[in-house]
């Protein structure tokens, strides 16, 4: 089975940095995955970790531990665009399952 | 072009009435996904077709059926649905082997009265 946490909301200020933690429990864990959500609009991908380490990209980056079934998605000089939920995303064996947690909503604040 | 689009965006039905949901992609990809997302939840996978064969049925109950008539195309049949099934449908795609980077449609917003 799978079992993803994350907090349910966040608030930040603009130009900060936010970390926003993700723990899994996924029998035949195959990949972590990071999407945005802005409300009313579909989800966006935003990062992909299969191997422990950092993923950069631009101001987002992901992390991944799976001795600890943990995750962060890191980001950086924010902007009041990016408040949205984010999801963190969980893959199980080699076929093409994700299961979303419920999502942080992050709110950011001048 | 990389967009899904899906149609309609709004659908209001009655529980006796016999509707579909559309979703097109032309970026070659092989594998497709029904999703159901209700407010303030996260999305929760319906189906998944991979070469348009059908691969993943998570329980649906069958008042909703899903269809790959070919590899750009996904329909979402709708019969006899309930009021708790009022939700926002959401199609993606990706390549079969993307691991999980997946493209979204819009979605299309179902109200069952």
């Known amino acids: 089975g799978q079992n993803i946490d994350q907090p349910t909301e966040m608030t930040a200020t603009e130009g900060a940095i936010v970390q926003i933690n993700c723990t899994y429990q996924t029998s035949g864990f195959n990949g972590l995955f990071w999407y945005q959500q802005h409300a009313g609009e579909a989800p966006t991908f935003l990062s992909y970790?299969?191997?422990?380490g950092l993923e950069e990209k631009g101001r987002f980056s992901s992390f991944l531990s799976r001795s600890k079934g943990y995750s962060y998605l890191l980001l950086k000089e924010l902007q009041m665009k990016d408040s949205a939920s984010y999801l963190c995303?969980?893959?199980?064996?080699?076929?093409?399952?994700?299961?979303f947690g419920t999502g942080t909503q992050l709110k950011v604040e001048l | 072009d990389t967009e899904v689009t899906q149609t309609p965006k709004h659908l209001v039905m009655g529980m006796t009435n016999k509707k579909s949901l559309k979703c097109e992609q032309h970026m070659g990809h092989r594998a497709m996904y029904w999703y159901k997302q209700k407010a303030k939840k996260p999305p929760e996978l319906m189906f998944v077709?991979?070469?348009?064969?059908?691969?993943i049925n998570e329980s649906v109950p069958s008042r909703f059926s899903p269809e790959c008539p070919n590899s750009s195309l996904l329909n979402l049949h709708l019969h006899a649905l309930q009021p708790e099934d009022s939700a926002l449908y959401l199609c993606?795609?990706?390549?079969?082997?993307?691991?999980?980077?997946?493209?979204f449609g819009e979605g299309s917003r179902l109200t069952v009265l």
């Open positions: 970790n299969v191997l422990d």
């Open positions: 993606a795609s990706s390549q079969v082997d993307s691991g999980g980077e997946l493209f």
């Open positions: 995303a969980s893959k199980a064996g080699g076929g093409n399952k994700l299961t």
């Open positions: 077709y991979s070469y348009e064969k059908l691969s």
